[in-house]
């Protein structure tokens, strides 16, 4: 351990983990419980590892070691603890073809889209430090100094869902742990195994108590919400359970984070290019040197940000509807080690039912359906392949309805005005894009539509150093950039007399 509090890992060396066995990670100790559990490949069906099943007890440890290690890692000086998360990126990014490979085991996204999420968790981690939350002097006077400034909160609590483990869960270790508080990770029991991979990981960069991460079952999450040690939660997932985490956390009135579900609309205007547009819309590059994913069907329709609503402009509504058929029908659904493959499973049975629910709407609702994903029935894997719905109601559940799986509702658009009160009519705001070749008045319409993320000619960018939260149902506050980082703070104003 350095004199200043940061581990010795920071220096840079990093023996391999072994990524066949995982344990709790409190204080530093890798640790497991009496009662275990384990995951589902959700390509194969088969069981994975054994993880530890925490208890109240556990989670009491826990939250008293992060206490003890905030007095003492709340007055590192934050450079340093910013040298602390570049050494953490450093350290996944020698360890980064494991996490690709367990990520595919545990979530059953195709390799090419794990690479993906684990440089964007390694650029996440080296770009925190980049930004700083600098005092701010608000009235200087003769007598007097008036400053501004934030100080961290304590104890946070990270709720990590399943679709983007390793992403979600760097997204609020960082900002956390570079504002000076103490951190304690809760996965999802779907996918807790990378999660508990980047804590051991963290036991070589960080002071015991710093990054903590225990798997649990079901109840775990309300055990976190309900402690009274932890000052804030940072939540990612459903509307439904981020309504019972913002309950709790008033109990004992936490700060908290929620970034809950969306039902994205997509604009197409009567002007667009189709053939540049089509691809763009079923592709979007994260990285230009990186694979391309599809902004529809990325991670089988399992990211809040991709495009749910696509309106498309009635004058070129049957020529798109057709071009992007054709193109959708090249994606090739299977197992994320396959070659060529763009759509992984449905990640668990829970969701895989729900999904299976939606596409059975089809007949029992008469959609007309130029796609039609077929549900692989035979399959020890949860596959279900992408279906475009043509022009279904707007009030049908495909359209109201965040469905969570590969499955994109078109409708047809002609008057402005008329477009935007659609595209606004939902409890959710979270993304929403306008693509059109006149700029102006893409502009135009973009800055009508309620949501917490905005594009023109593109959909679900994100970079650390940009706000990313949800207007209405889909979430309270914001994550990364400044913002995302004052979140783990209490502002507080100095009054400063220069004189008794």
């Given at each position: 351990?350095?004199?200043?509090?940061?581990?010795?890992?920071?220096?840079?060396?990093?023996?391999?983990?072994?990524?066949?066995?995982?344990?709790?990670?409190?204080?530093?100790?890798?640790?497991?419980?009496?009662?275990?559990?384990?995951?589902?490949?959700?390509?194969?069906?088969?069981?994975?590892?054994?993880?530890?099943?925490?208890?109240?007890?556990?989670?009491?440890?826990?939250?008293?070691?992060?206490?003890?290690?905030?007095?003492?890692?709340?007055?590192?000086?934050?450079?340093?603890?910013?040298?602390?998360?570049?050494?953490?990126?450093?350290?996944?990014?020698?360890?980064?073809?494991?996490?690709?490979?367990?990520?595919?085991?545990?979530?059953?996204?195709?390799?090419?889209?794990?690479?993906?999420?684990?440089?964007?968790?390694?650029?996440?981690?080296?770009?925190?430090?980049?930004?700083?939350?600098?005092?701010?002097?608000?009235?200087?006077?003769?007598?007097?100094?008036?400053?501004?400034?934030?100080?961290?909160?304590?104890?946070?609590?990270?709720?990590?869902?399943?679709?983007?483990?390793?992403?979600?869960?760097?997204?609020?270790?960082?900002?956390?742990?570079?504002?000076?508080?103490?951190?304690?990770?809760?996965?999802?029991?779907?996918?807790?195994?990378?999660?508990?991979?980047?804590?051991?990981?963290?036991?070589?960069?960080?002071?015991?108590?710093?990054?903590?991460?225990?798997?649990?079952?079901?109840?775990?999450?309300?055990?976190?919400?309900?402690?009274?040690?932890?000052?804030?939660?940072?939540?990612?997932?459903?509307?439904?359970?981020?309504?019972?985490?913002?309950?709790?956390?008033?109990?004992?009135?936490?700060?908290?984070?929620?970034?809950?579900?969306?039902?994205?609309?997509?604009?197409?205007?009567?002007?667009?290019?189709?053939?540049?547009?089509v691809p763009k819309v079923g592709r979007q590059s994260a990285d230009i040197a990186l694979e391309v994913a599809t902004l529809a069907f990325l991670n089988s329709g399992q990211i809040c940000m991709l495009i749910k609503r696509l309106y498309v402009h009635e004058s070129i509504y049957a020529q798109?509807?057709?071009?992007?058929?054709?193109?959708?029908?090249?994606?090739?659904?299977?197992?994320?080690?396959?070659?060529?493959?763009?759509?992984?499973?449905?990640?668990?049975?829970?969701?895989?039912?729900?999904?299976?629910?939606?596409?059975?709407?089809?007949?029992?609702?008469?959609?007309?359906?130029?796609?039609?994903g077929r549900i692989q029935e035979s399959s020890n894997g949860y596959f279900i392949e992408p279906a475009i719905i043509d022009n279904p109601p707007e009030t049908s559940s495909i359209v109201t309805e965040e469905p969570f799986g590969p499955i994109l509702p078109m409708l047809r658009w002609r008057d402005e005005d008329?477009?935007?009160?659609?595209?606004?009519?939902?409890?959710?705001?979270?993304?929403?894009?306008?693509?059109?070749?006149?700029?102006?008045?893409?502009?135009?319409?973009?800055?009508?539509?309620?949501?917490?993320?905005?594009?023109?000619?593109?959909?679900?960018?994100?970079?650390?150093?940009?706000?990313?939260?949800?207007?209405?149902?889909?979430?309270?506050?914001?994550?990364?950039?400044?913002?995302?980082?004052?979140?783990?703070?209490?502002?507080?104003?100095?009054?400063?007399?220069?004189?008794?």
């Open positions: 351990m350095t004199s200043n509090g940061t581990s010795d890992a920071v220096n840079g060396t990093h023996a391999k983990l072994e990524f066949t066995t995982f344990r709790n990670v409190i204080n530093n100790e890798l640790t497991t419980t009496a009662e275990t559990r384990h995951g589902i490949n959700p390509s194969t069906g088969e069981p994975l590892p054994e993880v530890p099943v925490s208890t109240q007890k556990d989670l009491d440890t826990a939250v008293a070691y992060s206490r003890k290690a905030f007095k003492s890692w709340s007055k590192v000086p934050e450079e340093e603890r910013g040298k602390a998360l570049v050494a953490f990126a450093d350290a996944i990014e020698s360890h980064q073809a494991e996490f690709e490979r367990l990520l595919v085991q545990e979530q059953g996204k195709p390799l090419s889209t794990a690479n993906v999420e684990l440089n964007m968790a390694i650029e996440w981690l080296r770009s925190f430090p980049k930004m700083s939350l600098t005092e701010e002097v608000l009235s200087e006077t003769e007598d007097e100094t008036i400053i501004s400034r934030y100080t961290p909160l304590g104890v946070a609590g990270g709720i990590v869902p399943w679709n983007w483990p390793v992403l979600l869960g760097v997204g609020k270790i960082g900002p956390a742990i570079y504002t000076g508080n103490t951190i304690i990770i809760k996965p999802s029991p779907f996918t807790p195994y990378c999660d508990l991979k980047l804590g051991e990981l963290g036991t070589r960069i960080f002071p015991p108590g710093v990054l903590q991460v225990l798997s649990g079952g079901e109840d775990l999450g309300p055990m976190l919400t309900e402690h009274p040690g932890i000052d804030k939660i940072a939540f990612t997932g459903s509307i439904a359970t981020g309504k019972k985490v913002m309950e709790s956390c008033s109990r004992t009135l936490k700060r908290v984070t929620l970034e809950l579900g969306g039902n994205d609309p997509a604009i197409i205007c009567g002007d667009v290019d189709i053939d540049k547009v798109f509807r057709d071009a992007l058929v054709k193109f959708s029908q090249s994606i090739k659904t299977g197992d994320g080690f396959e070659a060529d493959v763009l759509v992984g499973p449905i990640q668990n049975s829970m969701q895989y039912d729900k999904v299976k629910d939606m596409y059975s709407q089809i007949d029992k609702e008469g959609w007309t359906c130029p796609l039609r008329e477009v935007i009160e659609r595209a606004n009519d939902s409890k959710m705001g979270l993304g929403a894009s306008v693509w059109s070749s006149d700029i102006e008045r893409a502009h135009r319409l973009a800055r009508q539509l309620e949501a917490g993320s905005v594009w023109v000619n593109s959909h679900f960018v994100v970079a650390p150093g940009i706000p990313f939260g949800g207007h209405k149902w889909s979430g309270l506050g914001m994550e990364w950039g400044l913002i995302g980082l004052k979140a783990y703070c209490n502002p507080q104003t100095l009054w400063l007399r220069k004189s008794l």
